[in-house]
């Protein structure tokens, strides 16, 4: 398909912009709760570093609850739009939740509102956003479109939130929760008018064998089975689930480089806007990227992005260095998502696409998160950001290496010497001598 064709089939492609609507509306919506939820907690609701560690804890316990049944319900339900809409419809009593139930649990008891507030968003964001993304991934490959491009829509839409959250905070925090009632009831009118072809979608079950038995127990037990499932995870726990453990208070370490906390909230949202930008261009182009370099290597390169930051974080002295270190955080996320669904349809059957990337990728790293973020925030509290950082930075680091050689896959090395061995014609890319 020429260029011309290509882009002319993405305009007349109706799934390709309802469902990057729908990724503009949600991260917009997520984006108004998560890079501002721990200010929101410790200024708001007056928690220690050690109690919001409870309540995220409490975020990855519902989560890792959620998340096995979502997987093999989203794979069953295939296209049917059944989860999407229980998701859709929790997000518009998003402002009631946060404002006439969960802040006021918090200040009466923390058990109590880490338990109700975790349920809720366990379900709504850290389960659902993993539930709403392999279900659009699906949809991708049923309509013929890249999952990145449509998945850009999203990174947008949370880099304008983040720039209008940050105004708001500071005027009045409730009147962000409004809006992303109000986004919501948006979501709700493009899921309704999402038609994917109902003639076509039979088509790809029967070609990808979905029709057979989507999950069993024997299909669990041949999925645990597999080594490539546990390397994977392996990376996941030691790698991506460190990484958000760390990014988890990092918008309270960032504020703490400004003269004000009012301040360091402003420049923390614009900085999450300019980054989130450059998200997007990095995702616009991801698929190619992975396409040449292959999705064990981009899984590589994003642990390394982490292992920098993190580190990085740990050495930090000045406003303009966390800066710095913030924005690295928007080349890792491309390559870690678009990497991960890549290696995974690669690896295992696309028929449990969203099965190992919901229990595999999401479940495993709620599960250790579960634990990490505890432990993690009684390190904030007892040795400092600074000193934490540099313990999970080495952590993140040392898995980052040990999945070199697990992980399937070769590197570029490998896949040259593979392809000058089968066919001595190829030679590698060396400049000639001269005569």
């Known amino acids: 398909m020429s260029k011309a064709n ?5 305009l007349r492609n109706n799934n390709f912009w309802l469902f990057g609507l729908f990724f503009f509306f949600y991260f917009f919506i997520m984006a108004s709760y998560y890079p501002f939820f721990p200010i929101w907690l410790h200024d708001i ?4 570093k050690t109690d919001t560690g409870i309540v995220f ?17 989203s794979d069953k339900l295939g296209l049917r739009k059944t989860l999407m809409w229980i998701i859709v419809g929790l997000l518009v009593l998003f402002a009631p939740f946060f404002i006439y139930v969960f802040s006021p649990l918090l200040k009466y008891n923390i058990f109590i509102g880490a338990i109700v507030g975790g349920c809720y968003l366990g379900f709504v964001f850290t389960g659902g956003s993993h539930a709403i993304e392999a279900y659009i991934e699906k949809v991708s490959r049923h309509s013929n479109f890249e999952y990145a491009r449509v998945r850009m829509f999203g990174c947008i839409g949370w880099a304008l939130c983040a720039t209008v959250v940050g105004i708001l905070y500071t005027v009045n925090n409730q009147l962000i929760f409004w809006m992303a009632s109000g986004c919501a009831l948006i979501l709700a009118v493009l899921l309704f008018f999402a038609r994917p072809d109902r003639q076509s979608t039979a088509f790809v079950v029967d070609t990808l064998g979905a029709n057979k038995a989507v999950f069993n ?8 089975r597999k080594r490539e499932l546990w390397f994977f995870v392996m990376y996941i726990v030691g790698v991506a689930c460190i990484y958000d453990v760390f990014d988890q208070q990092f918008a309270n370490f960032f504020t703490s480089f400004f003269a004000t906390k009012q301040q360091g909230t402003e420049i923390f949202g614009f900085v999450t806007t300019g980054g989130e930008i450059l998200n997007a261009t990095v995702m616009f182009f991801a698929p190619v990227i992975i396409a040449r370099i292959g999705s064990k290597n981009a899984l590589l390169l994003a642990g390394t992005i982490m292992s920098v930051r993190i580190l990085g974080s740990a050495f930090a002295t000045t406003a303009t260095q966390v800066v710095f270190l913030k924005m690295l955080h928007m080349f890792e996320v491309p390559f870690l998502l678009v990497g991960s669904f890549k290696y995974i349809t690669q690896v295992f059957e696309v028929r449990f696409s969203a099965t190992v990337y919901l229990i595999g990728f999401c479940f495993s790293k709620q599960l250790s998160m579960m634990f990490m973020s505890v432990f993690a925030g009684r390190m904030y509290d007892s040795m400092g950001y600074q000193d934490t950082y540099m313990v ?6 040392s898995f980052t290496l040990i999945s070199a050689f697990t992980l399937s896959g070769r590197s570029a090395v490998a896949n040259l010497a593979s392809r000058l061995k089968e066919d001595p014609s190829v030679t590698p890319p060396v400049s000639q001598p001269q005569s």
Do not use: D, E, H, T
């Open 45 to 48: 609701n007056n928690l220690s």
């Open 392 to 397: 999970l930075g080495v952590i993140v680091l």
């Open 57 to 73: 804890g409490s975020i990855s316990l519902f989560a890792l609850a959620f998340q096995p049944i979502m997987g093999p319900l």
């Open 217 to 224: 127990l024997k299909n669990a037990l041949a999925l645990l």
């Open 6 to 10: 290509a882009v002319q089939s993405y």
